[in-house]
């Protein structure tokens, strides 16, 4: 039984493998090995020894494990120190522990749509006035 007003939690415990889809409101933790892909209200917990592959869309994403594909997060990503990602990353903010690693694409700090909204940045010189 959850506290009222604190959102559920579902636990992947280790020792599973699952292969399917995550989809719904409340807090989930993977403990255990997870392949498919991931869309939640809430945070989205990869535990120390975890494994993530596919997609992760979240408000939140605390990164223990490791995770093979791009995380989304609306709000924030945590690397902790044993937090590993292969794959490109887009958050409202990130925080990243020492120790922990990544390769791939990182987008985070802009608000939707606007770094469409910008300018390109290569050949785009001031414009000659005549």
């Known amino acids: ?3 009222p007003g604190k959102p559920s939690e579902s636990i992947l415990s280790s020792g599973l ?9 409340g807090n989930v933790r993977v403990a255990g ?3 498919g892909n991931v869309n939640v209200k ?8 975890a494994s993530v592959h596919g997609e992760v869309r979240a408000d939140s994403v605390l990164v223990g494990g490791e995770v093979r594909g791009q995380i989304v997060a609306t709000s924030r990503v ?6 590993t990602l292969i794959g490109d990353l887009k ?11 990544m390769r791939g694409k990182v987008e ?5 749509g606007e770094i469409e909204d910008t300018p ?6 001031p414009s000659p006035t005549r």
């Open 33 to 35: 090995r997870f392949k």
């Open 42 to 49: 809430g945070e989205f917990t990869i535990e120390s020894g």
């Open 17 to 25: 493998t699952i292969e399917g889809k995550i989809e719904g409101a």
């Open 91 to 101: 958050a409202g903010s990130l925080a990243v522990a020492a120790g922990s690693k």
């Open 1 to 3: 039984m959850t506290a």
């Open 78 to 83: 945590e690397f902790k120190e044993t937090g």
């Open 120 to 125: 390109p940045m290569e050949g785009s010189g």
């Open 108 to 112: 985070f700090g802009w608000k939707e």
